[in-house]
């Protein structure tokens, strides 16, 4: 079996690219959350919940919206609405979220 050290053995160090993972900031998770607002509700389901750490590489979606409605809903009224937005996004910030940046 072929480990990923022993392919990136035969390419020249100069010419692999690097990925280093950043994490998102606050701003960054504030507007992905929002742009999940489909309905333009203001305020955002479970199911848009779903979609949005999806959209993050969550391994398990369904499970972190759960845990983020429930994290950041205060009134309990099963959605996290723009003056609940920030818990969510402290709540997504704390799971330490990241994107990849390739430099050549």
Not at 15 to 44: A, V
Not at 48 to 67: I, Q, V
Request: contains cysteine.
């Amino acid at each position: 079996m072929l480990g990923s050290s022993n392919i990136s053995k035969g390419i020249p160090p100069k010419c692999r690219r690097k990925t280093t993972p950043m994490l998102l900031t606050g701003t960054e998770l504030r507007s992905i959350f929002k742009s999940f607002d489909y309905n333009q509700d203001g305020r955002l389901s479970k199911q848009e919940l779903r979609k949005a750490f999806a959209s993050l590489g969550s391994h398990l979606p369904g499970w972190r919206a759960g845990r983020g409605l429930h994290h950041a809903d205060a009134n309990r009224d099963g959605y996290v609405s723009d003056d609940e937005l920030d818990d969510l996004v402290e709540y997504a910030l704390e799971c330490g979220y990241t994107f990849k940046s390739t430099s050549i």
